[in-house]
C-alpha cells in the first residue's frame, strides 16, 4: 500500500464543487502536518492548505474561504472539499505528509511523502 493516495479528481464547471480524498498509512497519517499541494502546467507546485495533528489548519490566501481540510482518523484519510471553484483552480492535486520542522507548512521540501496526484479541470 502506497504511503498516500488520493481520489476524487475530475471536471467541473465554475462554481462547482469537489471533494478529493487521500488515504493514507497509519504512520503517515501520523505527521505533524498533513497538506495538499498544487501544481498547474507551466507553474511551480504550491500549497493549498494544511492540518495539523491536533486539527489546526491553515490555507494559501487564495483559497478565500473556498476550501475545507479535514481529516478522519477511524479512516486515515484525509480531505480536500472545494466549492466555489474556479478555472484558476485547475491543477494537479497532491497530498503531503512526513513534515520535517523548520519551515512553514507549504514549504513543498519539508514533505517526505507525496501521493501520485489527481487531476483537477475547471471549465468556465
Known amino acids: 500500500q502506497p504511503a498516500l493516495e488520493e481520489s476524487g479528481g475530475g471536471s467541473v464547471e465554475a462554481g462547482g464543487s469537489l471533494t478529493l480524498s487521500c488515504a493514507a498509512s497509519?504512520?503517515?497519517?501520523?505527521?505533524?502536518?498533513m497538506a495538499w499541494f498544487r501544481q498547474a502546467p507551466g507553474k511551480e507546485r504550491e500549497g493549498v492548505g494544511a492540518?495539523?495533528?491536533?486539527?489546526?489548519?491553515n490555507y494559501a490566501d487564495f483559497v478565500e474561504g473556498r476550501f475545507t481540510i479535514s481529516r478522519d482518523s477511524a479512516t486515515s484519510t484525509l480531505f480536500l472539499h472545494m466549492n466555489s471553484l474556479k478555472p484558476e483552480d485547475t491543477a494537479t492535486y497532491y497530498c503531503?505528509?512526513?513534515?520535517?520542522?523548520?519551515?512553514?507548512?507549504?514549504?513543498?521540501?519539508?514533505?517526505?511523502?507525496w501521493g501520485q496526484g489527481t487531476q483537477v479541470t475547471v471549465s468556465s
Open positions: 503531503a505528509a512526513g513534515f520535517v520542522h523548520g519551515g512553514p507548512w507549504s514549504t513543498s521540501g519539508r514533505y517526505m511523502n
Open positions: 492540518i495539523t495533528r491536533d486539527d489546526v489548519t
Open positions: 497509519r504512520n503517515t497519517f501520523n505527521s505533524l502536518y
